[in-house]
């Protein structure tokens, strides 16, 4: 996979926050994430370190200034 570089030459660190809506209520279920995969009507979320969550449902928002990754619940 290939990263974007950073104008000191590095590799540009771009870990996110998922969350979940369900109803009114939004709860934090990740953090340092790295790659969302989507996988039929589900997402597979990665972090940092590897470990893997399986998400059903559907991309509300994402907000790369914030590094917010907001699922809403089907």
Known sequence: MLL???????????EAKAFLVTGEHEEEIMRDVVLVQPEDDSFILI????????????????????????????
């Open 47 to 74: 972090n940092l370190l590897g470990e893997q969550k399986l998400v059903r449902g559907s991309i509300k928002r994402i907000d790369f200034l914030k590094h917010i990754i907001v699922l809403e619940k089907k």
């Open 4 to 14: 974007p570089k950073s104008f000191a030459g590095g590799y540009t660190m771009c």
